[in-house]
């Protein structure tokens, strides 16, 4: 049970547990390149599941992209070029949101295993090892990578807190580290 005191005491911690907000010259950054721009799905239906799913083309069967998030991953991608951010490869994980996601924002998607959805904890530590590849792997000189995923894979790499549905991580590959973050809402800030 949450009481009050716990509760007080998680309230306190999340300045600890929050990634470091996009510094101002993040947008300079992303426009030389050489960054991973990881981007959980945008919007889905939770009132459907992916349980009853027979393979990843099966898009009956899994929890889809609302309109709201067609209109998300289309305005993710109007942003990324009114701001001439250069997007060379783009991964998705092969579910039909993730794939629907990058294809709507950014003309095209790779369906790549290594970046599927998956749980949170899981007993098998190398099993987002591929994921740590390509989110250290540097992108082409002048380009940013994409990864179209999910919360889970991210959190089990990175930990607390997750990325909301449209957001997108900022990952310097080098150092392995996020550098900042990106919401729907924080677009129109950026000149």
């Given amino acids: 049970m949450l ?53 990843f083309e099966d898009c009956a069967s899994q929890r889809n992209l609302t309109d709201k998030g067609r209109d998300e ?39 790549t295993n290594e970046v599927r959805g998956g749980p949170a904890n899981t007993n ?6 591929p994921l740590r590849q390509l989110l250290a792997k540097k992108p082409p000189a002048g380009q940013n990578a994409v990864i179209s995923s999910h919360g889970n894979p991210f959190y089990a790499v990175f930990g607390p807190p997750y990325l909301a549905e449209g957001e997108i991580a900022v990952v310097e590959p080098s150092a392995f580290i996020v550098v900042g973050r990106i919401r729907l809402s924080d677009w129109q800030a950026f000149d």
């Fill in 124 to 129: 098998d530590p190398t099993r987002y090892e």
């Fill in 3 to 55: 009481t009050r005191v716990t509760f007080a005491a998680f309230l306190a911690l999340l300045p600890v547990l929050a990634w470091p907000q996009a510094d101002p010259t993040l947008l300079a950054k992303l426009r030389q390149g050489g960054y991973v721009l990881y981007l959980r799905h945008a919007s889905t239906d939770f009132s459907q599941n992916d349980e009853r799913m027979k393979s």
């Fill in 73 to 111: 991953a289309r305005a993710i991608g109007a942003h990324i070029k009114r701001l001439g951010i250069p997007i060379g490869p783009v991964h998705a994980s092969p579910f039909c949101r993730t794939m629907e996601t990058a294809r709507l924002a950014f003309g095209r998607a790779e369906r």
